[in-house]
């Protein structure tokens, strides 16, 4: 079983920056692919970027430059650095853990993904 706690969400003008946290419970982080989705008001859950154990990234083609992700597998944490905001950055952003995978490649797929979190409110006011 894993648990993912996000934090860092919140409300900011267009142009700035927030930082997404993911604490994750258990032993096998370091062999986990996470990922970042998001949910907009009246739209589908959507990739946003993910980081396999191989340290290969993806990203969707809207927040490459802007939204760096990472990883600290000493601290069982994945961050999601989020610059030049847009109004359209605004949705409830959630971590996700594929457990114990091999993937060379982060998946973008959501379904694939077994534990998520509770979900944080990004809100970008323009």
């Known amino acids: 079983q894993v648990q993912l706690v996000e934090s860092g969400g919140g409300l900011v003008q267009a142009g700035g920056s927030l930082r997404l946290g993911c604490a994750a419970s258990g032993r096998t982080f370091s062999s986990n692919t996470m990922g970042w989705f998001r949910q907009a008001p009246g739209k589908e859950r959507e990739f946003v970027a993910g980081i396999a154990r191989s340290g290969i990234i993806v990203y969707i083609d809207s927040v490459k430059g802007r939204f760096p992700i990472s990883r600290d597998n000493a601290k069982n944490t994945v961050y999601l650095q989020m610059n030049s905001l847009k109004p359209e950055d605004t949705a409830v952003y959630y971590c996700?853990?594929?457990?114990?995978?091999?993937?060379?490649?982060?998946?973008?797929?959501?379904?694939?993904?077994?534990?998520w979190g509770q979900g944080t409110q990004v809100t970008v006011s323009s």
């Open positions: 996700a853990a594929k457990v114990d995978t091999s993937d060379y490649i982060p998946s973008q797929q959501a379904e694939h993904y077994s534990y």
